[in-house]
Structure formats: C-alpha cells, structure tokens
C-alpha cells in the first residue's frame, strides 16, 4: 500500500492562503482610513492569483490558455465595473 502525500505546493499555496485569510481578518480592526479598502483589494489580488497560479495549475500552461485566462478576467472586470456603475451613480 503507497502512502499518498500532497505536492508541497498545494500545501504551501494552503498556508499561504491561511496567512492571507488572518491578515485580512486582522486589516478589518486596523483602522487605516481609505486605505483599509486599497490594502484588502491588494491582499484579495495575491489571493486570487495564488490559487490560479498553484490550483488551477495556470503555472505550467502554455501562453495560449493564459491569454484565454486573462481575458476571463478581463470580462469579468468590466461585469465588475458595469455592475457598480448602478451604484456609484444613484443620487
């Protein structure tokens, strides 16, 4: 019987998204003023590109599935943008 062991990235990635989670958990009773929203926007751009880059295995793609990728992100920004034009623009 082999004993099954995870791939050291997958657990680094996982203490690395468990460090990430305390930061932002300890940024909510910092009071740093407008910057609060810029360093957890920050904190949330790391977390997301780990897990693309370490569980969704972008890192070993080729170019072509991260243009395909980055255009994903690209949509969804501009979803992102036109969704809270709705609310960045009532009176």
Known sequence: MTEWRPPF???GAWLGLLV???LTVTL???P?????A?????????????VA????????RSGLTLIFAGAGLFWLGILLWLGSMD?????
């Open 28 to 30: 909510a009773y910092v």
């Open 9 to 11: 990235a997958l657990v």
């Open 53 to 60: 880059a370490i569980f969704m295995e972008l890192r070993h």
């Open 38 to 50: 810029v360093v957890a926007l920050g904190i949330g751009t790391i977390k997301a590109g780990l």
């Open 20 to 22: 990430l989670l305390a």
């Open 87 to 91: 609310f960045l623009t009532r009176t």
């Open 32 to 36: 740093l003023g407008a910057a609060n």
